[in-house]
């Protein structure tokens, strides 16, 4: 079977399509890879599961009576503890959000050095009866 020029056009658009969606689809999938930081628990960070050359999430309870703020500065030191009581100190220095409390859920972006946490980022979680505080004064659940 003979290719005529149309056919040859019609294979180069395809074979040309088909190049580019898999360098997209590739360019993808690398860009979420490099951002991509994954959550671990404080058990499988102590186990030694949780990467040390990459950031990494931290995820648990903000120890109660573990909240240790440093005079003069944004520094803070808590301790994080999951449901087997497991702990990791972890440090932070900047402005925490409202909601961050000891007993409460966090999450901590950042390294392990030296078997502490040295944290770039905190989110505080909050339960599922929150309610934003204008949203909670004018709402009334019957």
């Not at 404080?42 to 040390?52: N, R, V, Y």
């Not at 009576?65 to 803070?76: A, C, M, N, T, Y």
């Not at 925490?96 to 944290?119: C, H, M, N, T, Y």
Request: glycine fraction near 8%; charged fraction near 25%.
């Amino acid at each position: 079977m003979l290719f005529n020029a149309k056919r040859y056009k019609r294979l180069f658009w395809i074979l040309s399509l088909i190049c580019v969606f898999s360098f997209t689809c590739f360019a993808v999938i690398k860009a979420f890879e490099e951002n991509l930081v994954f959550f671990y628990t404080t058990s499988q960070i102590l186990k030694g599961e949780a990467p040390t050359d990459r950031p990494i999430r931290l995820g648990g309870m903000v120890k109660s009576g573990s909240i240790e703020r440093i005079k003069d500065s944004l520094e803070i030191k808590f301790k994080v503890i999951d449901d087997k009581n497991n702990v990791i100190p972890v440090n932070y220095t900047g402005v925490v959000p409202d909601l961050f409390k000891e007993g409460k859920g966090v999450v901590a972006q950042g390294r392990i050095e030296d078997g502490v946490f040295k944290s770039t980022e905190i989110l505080a979680k909050h339960d599922e009866d929150y309610m934003p505080p204008k949203l909670g004064n004018s709402y009334n659940a019957d």
